[in-house]
């Protein structure tokens, strides 16, 4: 699956507030990393996320996943979990997936997107932003709440 940009100023702060923020970047890689996997896994167990088992290191601020997962899309929204953090810049997804499928295309929200809008963009029609919606669940919990910068699924539409 490869490497996954995101912005890193963005998303959902799990690392706690500008103080604890400045005492983990003055601390030492071998103390903080841990800690962060930590969190990063927490958020995803938190989702009910699927997978066989699952990795998660952190070096800085990209990620590596390594693990295994039986849907393609399993391994896409894992990957999506933990990018869309405060403080993640890239995940390596290195999860292996058991019965593989086409893989889906990724959106970085831009200021004036919707689901809709971006349905139009890549589905050539705005009626099918439930696909992207259903995509992304469980991290979205309503169309109409999506960010600029926030990484998207865009699935390929099934025949």
Known sequence: MGLISF????????????????????????EVEPLRAGAL????????????????????STVVLEGEVDKQEDAEKIALTVGNV????????????TAPKPEAQYHTVEKGDSLSKIAGKFYGDVMKYP???????????????IYPGQVLRIPPLES
């Open 41 to 60: 896994l927490q958020k995803v167990k938190s989702l009910g996320l699927t997978y066989k088992n699952l990795t998660i290191k952190t070096a800085g």
């Open 86 to 97: 405060t403080g993640v810049e890239q995940v390596d997804n290195r999860i292996r997936v």
């Open 7 to 30: 912005m890193k100023g963005v998303g959902e702060n799990l690392f706690g507030s500008k103080d604890e923020e400045t005492k983990v970047a003055q601390a030492k890689p071998e």
């Open 131 to 145: 696909v992207i919606f259903e995509a992304n669940k469980p991290m979205l919990k309503d169309p109409d709440l």
